[in-house]
C-alpha cells in the first residue's frame, strides 16, 4: 500500500527536502539573476537554469500542508480570551488616532494660516516638477548624443592622425620614386656616354688596326720584292760564276787534252804515219763533239734557267697579286662591317635619345602630379586645420554644456530634496 500525496508531505523526510530545495535553489536563482543584470558569457543558459529552479520550487511548494494555528490556550489557560481583547484594543486605537490626526490637522492648517491658494500654488509646483521629471528623460538624451559627439569627435581625430600618416607615407614614397627616376636617369646618361666612349674607342682601334694591316702588308711586300730581287741578283751571279768557272775547266781541260795529245802525238809519230793521222782524226773529232756537248749544254743551261727564273718572277708576281687582293677584300669587309656596326649603333643612339626623350616627358608629368598633388594636400590640410579649430571650439562649448547639466542636476536634486521635506512634512504620523 503506497504513500498518497498528503501523507508524503507530512513526512520528516520531505521537510528535510524541501528545506534543501528553498535554499539550493534560491542560490541558482540568485547567480542567474547575477549573470543577466551584469551580462557575462553564458547570461541565457544560467537565467532559464535559475528560473527553472524557482518554478520548481514553486511546484514543489504546492504541495506543502497549510500552516496550522495552534490555540495555546488549551495548554495555558492564562492565555484564554486575550485576542478578543487585543482585538478590540486595536480598534478602538485605529478610532483614537484618526480622530486625532483630523483634529491635528485642522490645527496645523490653522496655525500656518495656508489658504487655498497656498494648495493652487503647491498644485503648481508639483505640476512643474512633474514636467521637470518628464525634461530630465530629454536632458538624459542629450547626454547621450553628447557622449557620442564626444566618440565620434575622438573617432574624426583619429582619423586626422591616420590622414596625416598616410599622407607622410605618400609624400615619402613619391620623393623616393623621384630619387630613383632620376638615377636611373643619370645611369642612362651614363650609359650613353660610356657608349659613345666605347663606340670612339672601338672605331680608333680599327683604324689603327686597318692602318697596321696595310703597313705590315706594305712592309711584307717590299721585304718579298727586295728578297725576290736579291735571291735573282744571287742566282744569276751564281749562275755567271758557275758559267765561267765551267768555260775555264772546259779550257783548262781541252788544253791538257791537246798537250796529252801533242804527247802522244809526238810519241806515236814515230811508230806509224796512218796512227797518227788516225788519232789526229779522232782527237778532232772528239774535240768537236766535247765543244758542241759543252756548248748544246750551257745553252740548255741557260734556256733552263731563264725559263725557271721567269717563272719564279712569274709566281711571285701571281702570289703578290693574289695577297693584294686578299688585302682589298679584307678591308673592303672591314670597312663594311663598320658602316653596319655605326648605322646599327646610329639606330640604337636614336632609340636610346627617343627612350630619354619619353622618361623626361614621363618624368615631367610626375613632377606636374607631384606639384598638384601637393597643392591639393595643402589645400586639405587647411581645411583640415579649419575643421580642428572648430571641433576645438565645439568641444570647449560642449565642456560648456556638461558643466551646465551637471548644475541643472544639482539644482534638480535639490529642488527634489525641498519637495520631499514638503511632503515629508504633510504627512504625519500616527
Known amino acids: ?33 547575477m549573470f543577466k543584470i551584469m551580462h557575462w558569457p553564458g547570461a541565457g543558459p544560467m537565467i532559464v537554469m535559475g528560473l527553472s529552479t524557482e518554478a520548481f520550487i514553486f511546484f514543489t511548494s504546492a504541495f506543502e500542508p497549510l500552516y496550522v494555528e495552534w490555540d495555546w490556550s488549551l495548554a495555558y489557560p492564562v492565555l484564554a480570551g486575550m485576542d478578543d481583547e487585543i482585538d478590540e484594543d486595536l480598534k478602538g486605537k485605529d478610532k483614537i488616532s484618526k480622530k486625532s490626526a483630523s483634529e491635528r490637522f485642522d490645527e496645523l492648517i490653522n496655525s500656518a494660516d495656508i489658504t487655498p491658494e497656498l494648495f493652487e500654488k503647491l498644485g503648481l509646483g508639483l505640476r512643474s516638477l512633474n514636467k521637470t521629471t518628464e525634461k530630465l528623460s530629454d536632458v538624459s538624451d542629450a547626454s547621450v548624443a553628447t557622449n557620442n559627439y564626444i566618440t565620434s569627435f575622438d573617432k574624426a581625430s583619429s582619423k586626422v592622425s591616420e590622414f596625416a600618416d598616410l599622407y607622410g607615407q605618400s609624400a615619402q614614397s613619391l620623393n623616393n620614386s623621384a630619387n630613383s627616376l632620376s638615377k636611373s636617369y643619370e645611369k642612362s646618361a651614363e650609359l650613353v656616354s660610356g657608349s ?16 697596321s694591316m696595310i703597313t705590315n702588308s706594305g712592309k711584307q711586300l717590299s721585304e718579298v720584292i727586295n728578297s725576290s730581287a736579291t735571291s735573282f741578283a744571287d742566282n744569276m751571279n751564281s749562275s ?7 768555260i775555264t775547266n772546259s779550257g783548262k781541260k781541252l788544253s791538257e787534252v791537246i798537250d796529252s795529245s801533242v804527247n802522244s802525238f809526238s810519241n806515236t809519230i814515230t811508230n806509224s804515219g796512218s ?28 734556256t733552263n734557267s731563264g725559263s725557271e727564273i721567269a717563272k719564279m718572277v712569274t ?33 640604337q643612339l636614336q632609340m636610346m635619345s627617343k627612350n630619354l626623350i619619353a622618361l623626361n616627358s614621363i618624368f615631367e608629368l610626375q613632377l606636374q602630379d607631384s606639384n598638384e598633388h601637393l597643392e591639393s594636400t595643402k589645400k586639405l590640410y587647411t581645411g583640415m586645420e579649419d575643421i580642428i579649430d572648430n571641433m576645438k571650439n565645439s568641444a570647449n562649448d560642449v565642456k560648456k554644456y556638461r558643466e551646465e547639466i551637471s548644475k541643472l542636476s544639482q539644482n534638480l536634486s535639490a529642488m527634489n530634496t525641498i519637495y520631499g521635506n514638503m511632503l515629508s512634512a504633510m504627512n504625519f504620523s500616527k
Do not use: C, H, P
Open 1 to 33: 500500500m503506497g504513500f498518497s500525496i498528503n501523507e508524503l508531505v507530512e513526512t520528516r523526510g520531505w521537510k528535510k527536502f524541501m528545506a534543501k530545495v528553498y535554499g539550493w535553489g534560491a542560490s541558482v536563482v540568485l547567480v542567474g539573476a
Open 196 to 211: 659613345i666612349t666605347s663606340f670612339t674607342e672601338t672605331i680608333s682601334q680599327s683604324g689603327n688596326k686597318v692602318s
Open 240 to 246: 755567271g760564276n758557275e758559267i765561267a768557272n765551267n
Open 275 to 302: 796512227e797518227i793521222a788516225k788519232t789526229i782524226t779522232n782527237s778532232g773529232t772528239k774535240l768537236s763533239e766535247v765543244i758542241n756537248s759543252s756548248t748544246a749544254s750551257f745553252a740548255d743551261t741557260m
Open 315 to 347: 709566281d711571285s708576281g701571281t702570289k703578290l697579286s693574289e695577297s693584294y687582293s686578299q688585302l682589298a677584300e679584307i678591308m673592303s669587309s672591314e670597312l663594311e662591317n663598320t658602316k653596319s656596326g655605326s648605322k646599327s649603333y646610329g639606330e
